[in-house]
């Protein structure tokens, strides 16, 4: 059974840090990697999306990149900014297209 | 509208009570998904389709979750004979193919 973990579980950084969100899977056969932000109350918004066949893919002043061999995915922000408090949520696609979650890094970014 | 809608956006039932949540996925979106969302946890998959048919249920919790997509688009969830435990967010999400999926904005079940 696929099993996703994020670390940390929370993060709180001053605004203007560069910072990395830490996912890991334990089923290696996956067919992509997604990662949500998700704003209390809210629904996800999908942010960067990396299939099993990339090593990386960036948005603006998001990174994420992909070791399907470990089992480990990154997301680097660069230059956070208070906007960007939410709870990232990672989640890996295996057979049958659905979607295995983190329990998700909760980040603040302090003005 | 081009986003996934989910209706009603909060429900509260009585403890027994059936309730029924729909999804408007987007237009031409083949797959549709049903996760659950527990208080500080991550979603968990309930079930899916592709079309009008339901090619996994595995995830639903027990034979009182039933869920339905007859023409192929809109989509509904139903509970049946609620429970405290069912309290969370229905989240439901689809996709053109096995590829990126979109997300509603959720329903919030509580059931008291």
């Known amino acids: 059974k696929q099993e996703v973990t994020q670390i940390p579980a929370a993060l709180s950084v001053p605004e203007g840090e560069n910072l990395v969100l830490n996912c890991s899977f334990t089923?290696?056969?996956?067919?992509?990697l997604q990662w949500f932000r998700q704003d209390p109350g809210k629904g996800l918004t999908s942010l960067l999306l990396?299939?099993?066949?990339?090593r990386e893919q960036t948005s603006g002043r998001l990174n994420a990149s992909l070791d399907k061999s470990s089992g480990r995915s990154t997301l680097y922000i660069a230059a956070s900014q208070p906007g960007d408090s939410a709870t990232y949520l990672c989640?890996?696609?295996?057979?049958?297209?659905?979607?295995?979650f983190g329990e998700g890094t909760q980040l603040t970014v302090n003005p | 509208g081009a986003g996934v809608s989910q209706s009603p956006r909060y429900k509260v039932a009585k403890r027994g009570q059936d309730v029924a949540l729909r999804c408007d996925p987007i237009s031409g979106h083949v797959s549709l998904f049903w996760y659950q969302q527990a208080l500080g946890q991550g979603p968990e998959f309930l079930t899916y389709?592709?079309?009008?048919?339901?090619?996994?249920k595995s995830g639903l919790p027990s034979d009182r979750f039933f869920a339905e997509r007859p023409e192929g688009s809109v989509s509904t969830l139903k509970i049946q004979r609620t429970q405290q435990e069912d309290s969370a967010v229905y989240l439901c999400?689809?996709?053109?193919?096995?590829?990126?999926?979109?997300f509603g904005p959720g329903t919030r079940l509580t059931v008291l």
């Open positions: 999400a689809s996709s053109p193919g096995q590829n990126e999926q979109f």
């Open positions: 089923d290696s056969a996956i067919y992509n």
């Open positions: 990396i299939q099993s066949s990339q």
């Open positions: 389709f592709q079309n009008e048919a339901q090619l996994d």
């Open positions: 989640a890996v696609m295996t057979s049958g297209s659905r979607l295995t």
